[in-house]
């Protein structure tokens, strides 16, 4: 096998790095990455941003991941605009890059790596040559079943025969449930591993529990069923390999429209079979999936308009912020050994802090 390594360059030309010839696994991982260490190492591609000009040529940014986390690098190129295209249009998201004499550096209180043209270098990397498992974070084989038991223990709970019928079309499906149990519940922000959906599916179908015994009068199996489901569309929307991304399918239509789109297609098929599946219960079963994002502007096609809406919505919002917290509070612990340190909160447009120290009480 090649010296990953080993590298060559002419005078004044964009470093060339060797292909390897063999696979290797990772040794320079995100989490462990301090401001001033050389990178030599691979990264699998989660965005890319465009080319921009800058005082000294073009350069060009994308953020790199690997199981342990994420990491902005930047390409700085020269006044060679076609050399730093053609590197640019080399790799793409999704792919593995290996990242030669990167220098870690501290911006803006996060680190990144700064690629140099003349002394480093990236390249898009065969699959042979690296081991996927060093890039996708993912819960353990053992976490999922746990999960998936939970999920089975709900679907017992289901008295509606329509609603029983429908849930079963889906979860009698072995390729539907390895799909369920596997798929990642975002890009960034929240759950964003393998086995993320679940997670969150399950931590909202509790909540929605909870929440319905603490209130008379709610359509548990209607409630219960729509958690159950109201995601699934994210199996379709995200593909993931060596790293997450939107497929075509999530870009043009996105989760909520594909997951109704995918129970009005089982419904019609229960009909075709001859099991009675009631229109009014359908309207309310794909009114949960369209509503519960809750707000136009949180890309929700339809606001809740049944309590049991009200209710999913809030479930999904509290279930995905939390987590989303706790996983601002993981990254930051990693970039430093500070109280405090200040994210960025779309909500409110600025940065605001955030307490990291341990506390008892």
Known sequence: MADIYQYEKKKDEQTIIKTDTGKRKKEQYIENLREGDAVNDFFAVKIKKAQRPYKRGMFFEFLATDKTGEVSVKYWGGDNKDRVKRLYESFNSGDVVQVRTGMVENYEDRLQISVNENTGGVRKCAPNEYDVTDFLPALTEERIKELYEVVKKELKTIQNEPLKHLLASFFSDH?????????????????????????HTVGVVRLCQNISEMYPNIKKDLLISGALLHDIGKLKEYTYAAAIDISDEGNFIGHIVIGEQWIREKIQQLKKDGKEFPEELEHQIIHLILSHHG??????????????????????????????????????????DEDWTFIYDADVGKRRAIFLREYKI
């Open 175 to 199: 390729e539907f449930v390895q799909m369920y149990t596997h798929s990642p519940s975002a890009i960034s922000h929240h759950h964003n591993y393998v086995g993320g959906n679940l997670e």
């Open 295 to 336: 707000k136009y502007e949180w890309g929700s096609p339809k606001i809740p308009k049944l309590v049991e809406g009200c209710i999913l919505h809030q479930a999904d919002l509290m279930d995905s912020q939390v987590k989303n917290y706790l996983q601002m509070i993981e990254d930051a612990k990693k970039q430093t």
